[in-house]
């Protein structure tokens, strides 16, 4: 591990602070609002996911590679893209700035938010079983993964606009899979709500997160190998630690 791990894991917890903030904040914001999350309302949510992830991305991606998805780490390491060593310590600082993410809304929104919405938690449409919800969580996951390896990976893209292409593509995947499975696409983005619902006595699905992990984790792998295999990017140098650079939900 590089000497300057501790601000690379910084970098991964305030980027993923943002990203649920601004995602959980915006449906609990949409409930407070009109009391329910309409279609449009899920675009606006998409809208500022987008943005979060593409401040964090500008901000971070020089430093950690602005992974903020427990998802995307993962997904770089089984394909030998980052250090498996520097795996764990960066999903442990990515799911701790999505539970301090939902924190703070508790703190800005009170009682209200577990109360309307379980601080914005990512949970199963009614009707939709469980196996949908993992395939939903997959289809999400693969296209925002996709944009990863063509904007933040691929050496021939032009990075510039890597930000935006992967924010609007978790916005894309929020108004196609949002309605079925909430469009978690990230651990991290979930994790945070359930633990702040349940520590302010709400009732949690907990039994749900799983589809929230092995969900992503299959679309992000898929999207690796495929983008490997069908635009076969140049072989990477061996990348300095943390600069991987990537971005999520």
Same mark, same amino acid.
């Given at each position: 591990?590089?000497?300057?791990?501790?601000r690379?894991?910084?970098?991964?917890l305030v980027?993923?602070?943002?990203l649920?903030?601004?995602?959980?904040?915006?449906?609990?914001?949409?409930l407070?609002h009109?009391?329910?999350?309409?279609?449009?309302?899920?675009g606006?949510?998409?809208?500022?996911?987008?943005?979060?992830?593409?401040?964090a991305?500008?901000?971070?991606g020089?430093?950690?590679?602005?992974?903020?998805?427990?998802?995307?780490?993962?997904?770089l390491?089984?394909?030998?893209?980052?250090?498996?060593?520097? /795996?764990?310590p960066? %999903? $442990?600082?990515?799911l701790? +700035?999505?539970? @301090?993410?939902?924190?703070?809304i =508790? #703190?800005?929104?009170?009682?209200?938010?577990?109360?309307l919405g379980?601080?914005?938690?990512t949970e199963?449409?009614d009707?939709v079983?469980?196996?949908?919800?993992?395939?939903a969580e997959?289809?999400?996951?693969y296209?925002?993964?996709?944009?990863?390896?063509?904007?933040a990976?691929?050496?021939?893209a032009?990075a510039?606009?890597?930000g935006?292409?992967i924010?609007?593509?978790v916005? /894309?995947?929020?108004l %196609? $899979?949002?309605p079925?499975s +909430?469009?978690? @696409?990230?651990?991290q983005?979930? =994790? #945070?709500?359930?633990?702040?619902?349940?520590?302010?006595?709400?009732?949690?699905?907990?039994a749900q997160?799983?589809?929230y992990?092995?969900g992503?984790?299959i679309?992000?792998v898929?999207?690796?190998?495929?983008?490997?295999?069908?635009?076969s990017p140049?072989?990477?140098?061996e990348p300095p630690?943390?600069q991987?650079?990537?971005?999520?939900e």
């Amino acid at each position: 591990m590089g000497p300057d791990l501790p601000r690379r894991l910084g970098a991964e917890l305030v980027g993923s602070l943002l990203l649920t903030l601004f995602g959980a904040g915006a449906v609990v914001a949409a409930l407070l609002h009109e009391g329910e999350v309409t279609y449009a309302g899920f675009g606006f949510v998409g809208l500022s996911f987008a943005v979060a992830i593409a401040i964090a991305v500008y901000a971070f991606g020089p430093v950690s590679g602005a992974h903020i998805n427990p998802t995307v780490t993962l997904s770089l390491a089984l394909t030998g893209r980052f250090s498996w060593k520097e /795996a764990g310590p960066y %999903v $442990v600082a990515q799911l701790l +700035g999505g539970v @301090l993410a939902a924190l703070l809304i =508790l #703190g800005y929104v009170g009682a209200e938010a577990t109360e309307l919405g379980g601080v914005g938690l990512t949970e199963l449409a009614d009707g939709v079983g469980y196996e949908q919800g993992i395939v939903a969580e997959i289809v999400g996951t693969y296209i925002l993964v996709l944009a990863i390896m063509a904007m933040a990976i691929d050496p021939r893209a032009d990075a510039s606009w890597g930000g935006w292409v992967i924010g609007f593509s978790v916005a /894309a995947a929020v108004l %196609v $899979v949002g309605p079925v499975s +909430g469009a978690s @696409l990230n651990l991290q983005r979930t =994790l #945070g709500p359930y633990v702040a619902n349940t520590l302010a006595g709400g009732d949690t699905p907990w039994a749900q997160l799983p589809i929230y992990l092995v969900g992503p984790v299959i679309g992000g792998v898929l999207a690796v190998l495929s983008y490997d295999w069908l635009a076969s990017p140049p072989e990477p140098e061996e990348p300095p630690p943390g600069q991987s650079p990537g971005g999520g939900e």
